[in-house]
């Protein structure tokens, strides 16, 4: 039974991990790209670890299975972001099927200054202040 | 037990070949960070295969070592692309 489970873990890991390969293949640009790659690599990678934990079944090593998996779960996110801020922000084409990019029309690249929308005519002149770098 | 580590392997060594294709092919270098990430969750995954195929439980640390080096190794390229203003490449 456990080597039925154990099986299906490890087949179900590197599937995920490869349709991940797939999608960084034939998606169009980097945001895709990445919508591909961080969540399927990263379930492909707790699935075979839970294997892992699985095969060996003594508690250091279960401990540091699951060590591993609260690690990815913690830190892909986090990589995710930080790329595709960077990707945005060094100017990374669109596909050119994309629909709406909201940051484009709200966001000056040159002083990183975020606009909701909702501005008035008063708060929306760039007050400077004492500690801003020119 | 065995056919199935074995078709594991091969299906993560093909997942390695094409992200590998991605980082050759680009075309703009955070394509290319974004494959070398990738390349580190596969071979966290490819290390853990290895440590089931042999028993031995100290290929994990590895694993660890690399999960971490992936994520230190995203961080750093993001912040040397930041610095680095809008490119075209």
Known sequence: ?134 | MQTVILISQVLMGLALILAFVRVVRGPSLPDRVVALELFASIVVGMVGLYAIATGVSSFLDAAIVIALMGFLAAIGFARFLERGGPRDD
């Open chain 1, 1 to 134: 039974m456990i080597d039925f489970i154990k099986g299906t873990l490890m087949l179900s890991g590197a599937i995920f991990t490869l349709l991940a390969a797939i999608g960084i293949i034939r998606l169009p640009d980097l945001l895709t790209r990445m919508h591909a790659t961080t969540k399927a690599a990263a379930l492909g990678v707790i699935l075979i670890m839970l294997a892992v934990a699985l095969h060996f079944g003594e508690v250091g090593v279960v401990a540091r299975a699951f060590a591993i998996i609260v690690f990815i779960i913690m830190t892909a996110p986090v990589a995710a972001h930080v790329i595709g801020r960077a990707g945005y922000f060094v100017g990374s084409k669109l596909w050119s099927g994309t629909v709406k990019d909201e940051l484009r029309p709200n966001y000056d690249p040159l002083t990183h200054e975020l606009k909701s929308g909702l501005e008035t005519e008063a708060n929306a002149v760039h007050q400077p202040r004492e500690n801003d770098t020119p």
